[in-house]
C-alpha cells in the first residue's frame, strides 16, 4: 500500500505497522521487567529458604539503650538480656482520632520478648520517650510480662500518651530487667 503525504510517497503496510509495533512494545515490556522486576526477585529468598534474623546482641541485665523510634513504626532492639531476647516494639495509636495539643490518647504498645531459657522468665520493661535531641518527653512502665521456658510472647498494654509527646516522639530510651528467679 503507497500512501501520499504532501508529495512523497511512503510505503507502509498495516502489517509492518504492526510487527513495528510489537516489536517496540516486546522491547519496552522487557525493559520494565529488568528495571523494576529482576532487583525484586534477586533480593527475594529461594523457594522454602527463610531469611535468617541476625543474631541478637547479648547485653547486661538490667538493659539500657536508644533505639529510633516513631508513632506507628516497628523496631527490633534484638537483645539477649539474661536469656530473653528483645525482638521487637511497636508504638501504635488506638484508633484513629486526631492527633490533639494536650489530649491524652490511647495508645497500644507491643512487645515481643522470646525466652531461650528452659524455665519461664518474667521481665520488666520501662521506656523513656525522647525527642530528637534526646530530651525526656515521657516515661512509662509497663506491667511485667511473664514468657514461659523456650517460648516467644507478644504482650500488648494500653497506655494514655500526651497527643504532643506522640507527634514529638523521635526515640525511645529502652530499659529492661529480667527479674532475677523467675519461676
Known amino acids: 500500500m503507497h500512501v501520499m503525504v504532501t508529495g512523497v510517497t511512503r510505503s507502509h503496510s498495516t502489517r509492518e505497522a504492526h510487527m513495528r509495533f510489537t516489536k517496540v512494545f516486546v522491547a519496552g515490556f522487557i525493559a520494565t521487567i529488568l528495571v523494576w522486576g529482576m532487583p525484586v526477585w534477586a533480593a527475594a529468598p529461594a523457594a522454602g529458604q527463610q531469611k535468617t534474623p541476625p543474631a541478637p546482641v547479648k547485653a547486661g541485665n538490667p538493659y539500657q539503650g536508644e533505639i529510633a523510634c516513631r508513632l506507628g513504626d516497628t523496631v527490633n ?3 539477649n538480656v539474661d536469656g530473653v531476647v528483645w525482638r521487637s516494639l511497636a508504638v501504635q495509636q488506638v484508633g484513629h482520632k486526631k492527633l490533639v495539643s494536650g489530649k491524652a490518647i490511647k495508645t497500644r504498645i507491643e512487645i515481643v520478648l522470646e525466652n531461650t531459657r528452659d524455665r519461664r522468665a518474667k ?8 525527642d530528637e535531641q534526646g530530651n ?4 512509662v512502665e509497663l506491667n511485667p510480662i511473664a514468657v514461659s521456658g523456650g517460648a516467644m510472647k507478644t504482650a500488648r498494654q494500653k497506655v494514655k500518651i500526651q497527643a504532643d509527646v506522640l507527634t514529638a516522639m523521635r526515640k525511645i530510651y529502652l530499659f529492661a530487667e529480667v527479674l532475677p528467679h523467675s519461676s
Open 77 to 79: 532492639p534484638n537483645v
Open 123 to 130: 521481665a520488666t520493661i520501662v521506656l523513656l520517650f525522647e
Open 136 to 139: 525526656a518527653l515521657d516515661r
